[in-house]
């Protein structure tokens, strides 16, 4: 059974860090992307960036470009969101997620979901 389990969100000040970690556990995640969604209140869930398991490639939302970064680590099969100079827009609840369909960025290409940590940025 696949299981994506986030953790490291919070209550930061804006300009501030934070990073997220996602242990990915239950199958091989070799073939398989992972991304990172978010959705704040009152809106839908947007991408915001993925990695591919195998050769790491990388690809970001553009309102993220710059300022977060993901990578993983394939030994302790966990993926990161390093996520940094932080404005309050950026509070939302953060999603790790995984697929085999490469570069996907949409909500629903997305097979298994984690069950989100809150990210809160105040002004």
């Known amino acids: 059974q696949v299981q994506l389990v986030e953790s490291g969100g919070g209550l930061v000040q804006a300009g501030g860090s934070l990073r997220l970690s996602c242990a990915a556990s239950g199958r091989t995640f070799s073939n398989y992307v992972l991304g990172w969604f978010r959705q704040a209140p009152g809106k839908k869930r947007e991408f915001v960036a993925g990695i591919y398991w195998n050769g790491g490639n990388v690809y970001y939302a553009d309102s993220v470009k710059g300022r977060f970064t993901i990578s993983r680590d394939n030994v302790k099969n966990t993926v990161y969101l390093q996520m940094n100079s932080l404005k309050p827009e950026d509070t939302a609840v953060y999603y790790c997620?995984?697929?085999?369909?490469?570069?996907?960025?949409?909500?629903?290409?997305?097979?298994?979901w984690g069950q989100g940590t809150q990210v809160t940025v105040s002004s």
């Open positions: 997620a995984a697929t085999q369909q490469l570069h996907a960025i949409v909500e629903a290409d997305f097979r298994y």
